[in-house]
């Protein structure tokens, strides 16, 4: 018989709702606790690229009704690859293709994109009875027979067979699980994520762009946004943009990038200036209040370290493997953990010892991957430069 106490599962993000979600399908007992207070807490906006690998991930772990609904929520953008032009005069520069791990199999050559957010309620549907909001989680204790995790207010979660450290980039159980050697980078680039009516995009036509300049002294900005179809005459309708800096270039005040709005929506306004007439209206026409800083961080460009493996504790998604912008596959790479991870649990029927050693084996070698495939682009992209030994981690 296998231990029926639930699976803890810290922070309500792709990946744990994703793995909420198989072991819901999988009649496995468990319990999410997330910082926040409701999915709508924090600004949800931005845009996800999906890969084959992504999407077959996500398929294997929802019922075929669930998957349907996903897929109907993804946008379908033609014009496969990116389209770079030159930000300052308007030429294009080049047509990239989409790197294969972009390449969408049901895609019929477009690229597949979907919200963060959307993407989270479609994941946590019939999940929600499970879910504790305003739970910050900041660590563990083993007990004889289990693990609890322990929260902010120094109170402690119900005992639970396993505990799954899925809480993004600064998660406390990635830290103590692997004493200090799971790590994040901080690469001194910058981001500004930005939101305008669909409207605003129709300069660009339909598409996946990236816009940069190169004529800043101080370095390169660029920007990457996803034009769908169907919805650019429809100014109650948003699109997103996401901009990023070389390490420098993007300075939120007091470097305090939690601040979001106006402050934020005025930065890209002024890097983006002297842009051509065909961008400027991203910019002019923002919806100031959805404007939010980003940190560019990445793990351990080698890859995903060992630590001893501690059978009731894993990591799963940016908390143990955070990537770059550059290659678009931190989500992809995430929600591969969800599935292989749920279907793990579901072929024991539920803990048993060996799992998290078994995950983390497979896990280590398509993660390190990726962080590297994502770093190794970002260094020629960004001009960021990790030293393993002496640069700054978060
Ligand atoms: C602007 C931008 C664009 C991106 N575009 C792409 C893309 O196109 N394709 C792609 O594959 N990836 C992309 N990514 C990366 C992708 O968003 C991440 O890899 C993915 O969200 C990781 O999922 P996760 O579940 O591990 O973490 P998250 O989605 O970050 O979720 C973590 C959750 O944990 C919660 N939490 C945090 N701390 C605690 C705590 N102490 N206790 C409890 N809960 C906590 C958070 O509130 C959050 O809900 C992008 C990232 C950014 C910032």
Redesign the pocket.
């Known amino acids: 018989m296998s231990d029926r106490k639930p699976i803890l599962i810290?922070?309500?993000?792709?990946?744990?709702l994703l793995l909420a979600q198989s072991l819901r399908l999988s009649n496995i007992p468990f319990k999410v606790?997330?910082?926040?207070a409701s999915f709508v807490f924090r600004a949800q906006g931005?845009?996800?690229?999906l890969s084959s690998e992504?999407l077959d991930a996500i398929q294997a772990v929802l019922d075929p009704e669930t998957w349907k609904r996903f897929w109907e929520a993804c946008g379908k953008t033609g014009g496969l690859g990116f389209a770079s032009f030159n930000a300052v005069t308007g030429e294009q520069t080049e047509h990239h293709l989409a790197p294969p791990t972009l390449v969408s199999r049901q895609g019929e050559g477009k690229t597949i994109g979907i919200s963060?957010g959307d993407m989270r309620r479609i994941f946590a549907q019939g999940c929600e009875d499970n879910i504790e909001w305003a739970?910050?989680?900041?660590g563990y204790e083993l007990t004889g027979d289990g693990v609890r995790a322990i929260f902010a207010d120094g109170t402690r979660s119900v005992e639970g067979s396993l505990l799954v450290g899925?809480?993004?980039?600064?998660s406390?159980v990635a830290k103590q699980l692997s004493g200090g050697k799971l790590k994040v980078y901080d690469t001194g680039a910058r981001?500004i994520?930005g939101q305008a009516p669909s409207t605003a995009f129709k300069g660009l036509g339909e598409g996946v762009f990236r816009l940069r300049d190169d004529t800043r002294p101080d370095g390169a900005v660029f920007i990457i946004t996803n034009v769908r179809p169907g919805d650019m005459d429809d100014p109650d309708v948003s699109f997103g943009w996401?901009m990023g800096g070389q390490p420098g270039v993007i300075r939120a005040p007091n470097d305090d990038y939690s601040i979001v709005g106006k402050t934020a929506a005025n930065i890209a306004k002024s890097l983006t200036k002297n842009w051509h007439p065909r961008f400027r209206p991203l910019f002019d026409e923002m919806n100031e209040s959805e404007a939010a800083f980003?940190k560019i961080t990445c793990s351990t460009p080698s890859g995903v370290p060992e630590w001893p493996n501690e059978p009731r504790v894993t990591v799963?998604?940016?908390?143990v493997h955070?990537?770059t912008?550059a290659g678009?596959?931190?989500?992809?790479t995430?929600v591969r953990d969800s599935a292989l991870l749920g279907r793990l649990l579901r072929e024991a029927g539920g803990y048993s010892p060996e799992i998290t050693a078994l995950y983390e084996k497979d896990m280590r070698v398509y993660a390190s991957e990726a962080v590297h495939e994502s770093y190794s682009t970002a260094v020629k992209q960004f001009g960021i430069l990790i030293d393993e030994k002496t640069s700054l981690t978060i």
Do not use: C, Q
Request: charged residues 25%; aromatic residues 10%.
């Open positions: 810290a922070g309500a993000g792709l990946a744990s606790f997330e910082r926040d931005y845009r996800l690229r992504g963060r739970r910050h989680v900041t899925g809480e993004g980039i600064y406390k981001g994520h996401t980003w799963i998604g940016d908390a955070s990537m912008p678009g596959i931190g989500a992809n995430s």
